[in-house]
């Protein structure tokens, strides 16, 4: 009780309109996908009527289309506006942010993991609306957020801001590791025992389970959910988690900028939040529109994702019509770099994927540091018959374009930031 009354205190002070957009994603769950849709189509109009008057960068934006809002007559026409990229907020940020009047904003920044961090300003009623649809999710797992939780983020710091952190912890009954000294791990899984979920970076939640299960240490018995984020969770970690923690790890999609873009359900189905976010995919790549933020208006903006959506009349058991992300097949971005040409990335995901399909699953990272040269590293241990399994993959997507190493038995888990499945250090 103490701890839910100092939850609701402290949304009351930061959120205060957190339990109405709530209230409203539990109802609209019931919504039928035409009713979501056309929920849609009525928070574009809105937020494109908003971006043209008030934000400069849109007006431009429209004017050099030959457009005006009252032109949009169907979610597919947005498409006639043209996309947006990380790059053009950053250059753009004055122009882009709208001069219109909020009680409450918020500064957010970005993680800036791909070497561009962004500042923006999100009002009171977006971040509450992102809040409660993180909410939402935790719902389905009967998870309330002022439960005690595990928590896994990013940080880099000491003294004071080790304090301060530790202190905004302990307001919202959370606790995480500082490191991976033996001490603190034994904490962490201590207090596990008496937590009701466990989220952040899915790596470093793979390593507390793989500490778990060498160490065999009992399951957390109250624990309700364990979700991922911010990173792929590699097929690989889910056996160890399994048997970790008694279930599997879910998987939360979003970005700072454009706030929850999916959710899975107990189903494990991927829903998309259609009541925050339009989602277009082209080519593979996800185009994101935030329907709810008007102070930074995210509109068409290539988050940098390749994605798989599932076909439209695919259904859930879990009775949600919400369109399912079937999946996130990694960054677009940084280019492999051969002998003779470049090669997107994303083929490291095909070729563990297939080899996945053959009972293979390996935790991996792959480094390029000179051109036409890749070094394999796998975490598990793996047989001379699996390696030419995974040879033949290889040489498969990049013939005799490129040389390669493999290393097995390497230690994968990242500490204290994201994982990245994929390094270049070539420019």
């Known amino acids: 009780m103490f701890w839910k009354v100092l939850f609701k205190i402290g949304q009351y002070l930061r959120n205060p309109s957190l339990d109405e957009r709530f209230m409203f994603l539990k109802q609209a769950e019931s919504w039928s996908l035409e009713k979501l849709e056309a929920y849609q189509l009525n928070q574009l109009i809105e937020l494109l009527s908003v971006a043209y008057h008030h934000s400069s960068f849109y007006f431009n934006a429209?004017?050099?289309?030959?457009?005006?809002?009252?032109?949009?007559?169907?979610?597919?026409?947005?498409?006639?506006?043209?996309?947006?990229?990380?790059k053009e907020l950053i250059a753009f940020n004055k122009e882009i942010h709208t001069k219109k009047?909020?009680?409450?904003?918020f500064s957010c920044s970005t993680s800036g993991t791909s070497g561009e961090s962004l500042q923006f300003q999100r009002e009171e009623k977006a971040d509450s609306f992102n809040r409660a649809a993180i909410f939402r999710g935790y719902s389905w797992y009967h998870v309330k957020p002022w439960e005690r939780n595990g928590y896994?983020?990013?940080?880099?710091?000491?003294?004071?801001?080790?304090?301060?952190?530790?202190?905004?912890?302990?307001?919202?009954?959370?606790?995480?590791l500082f490191s991976y000294k033996d001490d603190e791990?034994?904490?962490?899984?201590t207090k596990l025992q008496n937590s009701a979920y466990l989220h952040g970076y899915a790596s470093m939640v793979y390593g507390v389970a793989k500490y778990i299960n060498e160490h065999q240490i009992s399951k957390p018995k109250q624990l309700k959910m364990v979700k991922g984020t911010s990173?792929?969770?590699q097929e690989s970690y889910q056996s160890e988690i399994q048997k970790a923690f008694g279930m599997k790890m879910i998987s939360e999609y979003g970005a700072a900028e454009t706030g929850i873009i999916a959710f899975e359900c107990p189903k494990g189905n991927m829903h998309i939040n259609m009541e925050g976010v339009l989602v277009e995919e082209e080519n593979n790549e996800i185009i994101v529109t935030n329907l709810q933020m008007h102070s930074f208006p995210i509109i068409r903006y290539r988050l940098g994702d390749y994605i798989t959506l599932a076909p439209k009349e695919k259904k859930c058991s879990c009775g949600l019509h919400h369109p399912i992300l079937e999946e996130v097949n990694g960054r677009k971005g940084a280019m492999v770099v051969g002998k003779t040409q470049d090669y997107p990335s994303l083929y490291f995901y095909y070729i563990f994927k297939n080899i996945g399909l053959k009972g293979l699953n390996f935790t991996y990272q792959v480094q390029q540091h000179q051109k036409g040269e890749l070094l394999f590293l796998i975490e598990q241990k793996i047989s001379s018959?699996?390696?030419n399994i995974l040879r033949k993959e290889i040489e498969r997507y990049f013939q005799h374009d490129v040389t390669y190493q493999i290393q097995d038995n390497q230690k994968i888990c990242s500490e204290k930031k994201k994982s990245q499945s994929f390094i270049s250090t070539i420019n």
């Open 385 to 387: 018959a699996e390696i």
């Open 62 to 86: 429209f004017t050099n289309a030959g457009i005006v809002p009252e032109d949009i007559k169907s979610l597919d026409d947005l498409k006639r506006l043209p996309c947006i990229s990380k």
């Open 152 to 176: 896994f983020w990013g940080f880099n710091f000491g003294g004071i801001s080790k304090l301060k952190t530790k202190l905004l912890d302990w307001l919202q009954n959370r606790f995480r």
């Open 185 to 189: 791990l034994k904490s962490f899984v």
């Open 101 to 105: 009047e909020f009680k409450k904003k």
């Open 231 to 233: 990173e792929k969770i």
